[in-house]
Every structure is written in C-alpha cells, then in structure tokens.
C-alpha cells in the first residue's frame, strides 16, 4: 500500500491548521478552535447549544468542551446557562462580544482559507478532493455510534460550520485536528474588504477563487 497520498493529507492539513491558527492569535487572540466554538454558537438558533451537542459538533470531549468554554466565558465571548428546556442541561451562549469578536476575526480567517486552500488547487481538482473527503466522511460515519448528522455534501464540511473538526492540531505522523473551514449562508451578506462574506448573523462565507 503507497503511503504517500496518506502523508502528504496528514502534512497538509497539519499545517493549514497551523497556519490559520496562527493568523486567528496574531490578529484577533483567538485560537482556530475557539474561533469555531463562537462559529458554532453564531449559526445556532438564538446562538446557543447544550455542552454536549456543541462537544460532539467540535468532537470535543466533554471535559474539553467545558475548559474551552470556560476560557471564552473569562474572555467575555460566552456565557454559560442552565438549559430552558432541561434544567439538568448546561447551554453556552455567545455574548454580543462574542458575536464582534468572530465578525471581526472572520475576514482573517477566510483570506487564510482562500490563499493555502483554494489557492493551492486547481479548479479542476476541487471537486475530486470534494468528492473524497465527503466518501471518506459518510464511511466513517456509516461505521459509528455516534455521527454528526449536519454533513454539508457541498462542501465536505462537518457540523454546520462547514469543514472543520475543531480540535487539537495532530504532528505531520498522524495527528487529528482542525479541518480549516468556515462557511455560511449567502444569503444577506455584505462583502468586506478581504473578500470574505458575513450574514445576518454574523456568520462568514468565503469563495472559491477564479483560477486559470
């Protein structure tokens, strides 16, 4: 079996991670994790979760999910409830810092997305590479307990915000993590300088760039 479609899936995605992650902490002190979490919360109704569904949509654990939010809660981007509909449940909640926070951080993100993702695949390949990781997914998930069930088939993307597993970075041997993503619905977007698209709701989109 050649290796090497494996490795070289493994090095590249390490690094973009890395890549967007640091960008998010240069600019804007975030994590490309934390990021994500106030991704997630953006697109939620009322722009909150349970804790568990939002570990699962992270694949977080549960202790995970909690020191995560527990760090955006001291920042002021998240706050923690009692669940209105399960009082045993615990919902984290994106402030309107939170909510700032991300539509300022978005335009980063998406010109890192557009640069060392689109801009390294030719418009030929995007949608083999779609077609892969979306096979790859729906095995996987085919095979699980537990699956996420928001696969966006466009995108490739997991759990609605389209294209990541927001987690730790993984090393270029086999490490899991951050699938660089971040997409939202057109639809009333207003276009930044960057490019990049933000709705309503504070949520980001990004395009594909024109190549030739």
């Known amino acids: 079996m050649d290796l090497g479609p494996w490795r070289a899936f493994l090095h590249a995605h390490a690094r973009l991670a890395r890549r967007l992650d640091e960008d998010l902490r240069d600019r804007h002190a975030l994590s490309l994790q934390e990021y994500e979490t106030l991704l997630h919360l953006a697109e939620a109704p009322d722009h909150r979760l349970r804790m568990g569904r939002l570990a699962d949509s992270l694949l977080l654990s549960k202790s995970g999910v909690t020191r995560l939010?527990?760090?955006?809660?001291?920042?002021?981007?998240?706050?923690?409830?009692?669940?209105?509909?399960?009082?045993?449940?615990?919902?984290?909640?994106?402030?309107?810092?939170?909510?700032?926070?991300?539509?300022?951080?978005?335009?980063?993100?998406?010109?890192?997305?557009?640069?060392?993702?689109?801009?390294?695949?030719d418009t030929a390949d995007l949608a083999v590479v779609g077609r892969v990781m979306s096979a790859i997914s729906s095995q996987l998930c085919a095979s699980a307990t537990v699956c996420d069930h928001d696969i966006d088939e466009e995108t490739g993307g997991t759990a609605r915000a389209r294209g990541r597993t927001a987690g730790a970075h993984g090393d270029a041997a086999g490490g899991h993590g951050d699938a660089a993503g971040g997409h939202g619905d057109a639809a009333g977007a207003h276009r930044d300088g960057a490019g990049a698209q933000l709705d309503a709701a504070g949520t980001p989109t990004v395009e594909s760039p024109a190549r030739t």
Do not use: K, M
């Open 69 to 121: 939010v527990d760090r955006l809660v001291d920042d002021g981007l998240v706050e923690r409830s009692s669940c209105s509909s399960d009082a045993r449940g615990a919902e984290a909640a994106l402030t309107g810092t939170g909510l700032a926070r991300l539509r300022s951080a978005a335009p980063t993100h998406l010109a890192g997305i557009r640069n060392h993702f689109y801009g390294a695949i």
